[in-house]
């Protein structure tokens, strides 16, 4: 990482409050080069509050941008924050609606040239896309980075029509912590008490929401550019990474933007941005890409970056199991259209008698993070443990000919006899080693429920062999010789997917399935980045500590009482100082618990505790919340608690219980 302290301008930064149509004012951070003339403005949008949790983060970029001729611009999401207003649901119309208030209000500044493009990861990523969709006439180009298009079945909620039991669960805790925040009294002044406690009143946990929608209904198209990519009038650079859940988003996009306005790029990643050099690498130059981005569609700058190929990926090489990795080995190679011409499908039939497929209920365990972050645990194992639990066809690479290289989305066929009206299948692709070793590549899975549709729930036929078919995440990967390909087909999959209340399982004839991959004709292609480099760090301390930290990732059996736990630190901080004095402190720990009884044993905990205190201001406030869900054969049963505390003192405690009926997931 090479940091920049030299840019083509000299820079200032400001906070502001932007004035919406209703009055509110959201709160923002804005970065400018010192210059007389206007300059184009870019936005990142979120609820994560850029005084504290993205601070960071934004130092590494903002400054950066603003350094080559941008207004970079942060704004914090309604009621999150320093923003004034209360919170609501995630993506909700009016969180978007101000969204493009704020992207109308940047053009109008004196400062600015009328244009705007906007850029962010995850969330920040996601409203990029989504305020596109909605077309404002000064937005004209967007950097949406590890991003969903489709909120229903490419996001934390659900897999193939299954509830997302780690993704929902820790995704839903992690926002109700996230909005018990104080505003800050050091940036929101005298009226932050009177503010945070207004916000509490109005905070609903969102996995009651979440939860009560399980199928693809109106719900979840609101928000889902895939309903209509056509209304995305601006140019999108679409970027992620093969390790993180959401990368199904760029092929699309390159797939259904006109071609004049997408490039794609999916790299080795995580659910990071390229350039911070976080496992998996190689980084890239991800800010110099950009600029040329943000230079050729918002200052008519006559550069190459259009010239690219429609999709720059990365194809992983073989390599050993492993939880982390610094740097996978590999190569990026380029497509001029998507789907591509060098990409043909190519179909394994399975072989062999029919096969009881009634997987023990801990299968799963073993699935690594389903958000990676590049931590030490993000990664799957060895998967010979998870293959023991499930039905296995392989099909070798031969030892004589070339290896077999795939990008795109693997699919499967799978004729498939239910013994209950629930349940699910999960399909993982796996690279086999001569020495046996099994390293997950990708996987997929399908809600019996979903087969005819993701938009409805459907009874499985008792006894009735049908057809499932459902394709499998994006990857791109080289089988070499002497390997061997291996789908592996189990019926449970915890605590990625909810469990069906039945635990049957199902009998699956190889004489219908199949397994058929996107395999690539290897091409030579030319693809060069610049050094990753930022703009200097912000400065944050992380004081020294004697305690051991938690594992990351640990797994306990109760062999008496057959059963398994697996508890999940998310490493999301530990303590922070600040350089304007705040101290910052994060604690969480997730708790999946099943046991060998069946699937209604399922249960997940949540415990959050965050303190944000200024010493030299007197100023400590604490948020505790615990977040719990258990099921039984007709209802999801979900328990949140919030303490809210000032000085030591609690100022709010309230506990939501809710049953919500299983429709589907």
Known sequence: MRIRTAFPYETRHEDIRIPLPDGTRLYARVWRPLTDDPVPALLEYLPHRLTDWTAPRDWQRHPWYAGHGYASVRVDVRGHGNSEGLPGDAYDPVELADGVAVVNWLAEQPWCTGKVGMFGISWGGSNSLRIAALAPEPLKAIVTVCSTDDRYDNDVHSLGGSVLGAGTHAWAATMLAFVCRPPDPRYAGEEWRAMWLKRLEAVTPLIHTWLAHQTRDAYWKHGSVREDYGAIRAAVLAVGGWHDPYRDTV?????????????????????????????????????????????????????????????????????????????????????????????????????????????????????????????DADLPPDQRGEDAHAACFDFPV??????????????????????????????????????????????????????????????????????????????????????????????????????????????????????????????????????????????????????????????????????WTLEVDPRHGGTRVHPDGLEFTEDAVETYTIDESGPLSARTRSEWSIRLHRPEDAWDVTVDTRSEITCDAHSFLTTDEVVCKEGGEVVFHRTWEQRIPRTAG
């Not at 190689?282 to 950009?290: D, M, R, S, V």
């Not at 982390?324 to 039939?349: F, Q």
């Not at 058929?516 to 091409?523: A, D, F, I, K, M």
Request: hydrophobic share 35%; charged share 20%.
């Open 251 to 375: 092929l699309r996009l390159s797939e259904h933007l006109p071609q004049d306005r997408v490039r794609g790029i999916i790299g080795p990643w995580c659910h990071q941005y390229p350039d911070r050099g976080l496992p998996p690498g190689p980084a890239i130059g991800f800010l110099q890409e950009t600029l040329r981005w943000w230079d050729h569609h918002l200052k008519g700058v006559e550069n190459d970056v259009m010239a690219e190929p429609l999709l720059r990926s990365w194809i992983s090489e073989s390599h050993p199991p492993a939880t982390v990795y610094e740097e996978l080995p590999g190569r990026w190679v380029t497509d001029p259209a998507w789907p591509s011409p060098h990409v043909t499908p190519v179909t394994y039939a399975f072989q062999g008698a029919p096969v009881v497929v009634d997987s023990p209920q801990q299968t799963g365990l073993d699935a690594g993070s389903f958000l990676p972050f590049g931590n």
């Open 398 to 563: 031969p030892e004589d000919g070339p290896p077999i290289e795939i990008l795109g989305r693997p699919s499967v066929n799978l004729a498939v006899r239910a013994a209950a009206p629930t349940g699910q299948v999960v399909a993982r692709l796996c690279d086999i080693a001569p020495d046996g070793s099994s390293t997950l590549v990708t996987r997929g899975a399908l809600n019996f429920s979903a087969r005819y549709g993701r938009d409805r729930a459907v009874e499985a036929q008792i006894g009735e062999t049908e057809s499932l078919a459902f394709e499998l995440n994006g990857i791109g990967h080289s089988f070499p010789p002497g390997h061997r390909v291996r789908l592996a087909v189990s019926s449970t999959y915890w605590p990625w997917i909810w469990p069906q209340p039945d635990a049957a399982g199902f009998t699956l004839d190889p004489a219908g399935s199949s397994l058929t991959l996107p395999v690539r004709r290897s091409t030579e292609a030319a693809v060069t980045w610049q050094e990753p480099e930022q703009s200097e760090p912000l400065g944050v301390v992380v004081p020294a500590t004697l305690e051991e930290p938690r594992p990351e990732r640990l797994v306990v059996r109760d062999v008496a009482r057959g059963e």
